[in-house]
């Protein structure tokens, strides 16, 4: 079992950043790849980054790539998602997952937290 929790939402103006940060418990989380969606009022959900367990590998959507960057600290049993020049086209629910193997854009994800408010103004 894994258990998530976001953090770090808030309302920022456009082009500033904000660090959302995921806490992670579970004994073997870093067996598990991690990964942020996001969702827009009447939109489906999107993928938006992942990293891999061991923190080795990462990859990101097209639409956040040069903006945005995920890391993990295992030892601390956190995940952050960096964002960068933000727009307001990033607004949104955003929200940490753990998927143990798969299709990490498309794929179904094992285990979700409950999503962080990200509201970029104009």
């Known amino acids: 079992q894994v258990q998530l929790v976001e953090s770090g939402g808030g309302l920022v103006q456009a082009g500033g950043s904000l660090r959302l940060s995921c806490a992670v418990s579970?004994?073997?989380?870093?067996?598990?790849?991690m990964g942020w969606f996001r969702q827009a009022p009447g939109k489906e959900r999107e993928f938006v980054a992942v990293?891999?367990?061991?923190?080795?590998?990462?990859y990101s959507a097209d639409s956040v790539k040069g903006r945005f960057t995920i890391s993990r600290d295992n030892a601390k049993n956190m995940v952050y998602l960096q964002m960068n020049s933000l727009k307001p086209e990033d607004t949104a629910v955003y929200y940490c997952?753990?998927?143990?193997?798969?299709?990490?854009?498309?794929?179904?994800?094992?285990?979700w937290g409950q999503g962080t408010q990200v509201t970029v103004s104009s």
């Open positions: 997952a753990a998927l143990i193997d798969g299709d990490y854009v498309r794929g179904t994800y094992d285990y």
């Open positions: 579970g004994r073997t989380w870093t067996n598990y790849a």
């Open positions: 990293i891999g367990g061991s923190g080795g590998w990462a």
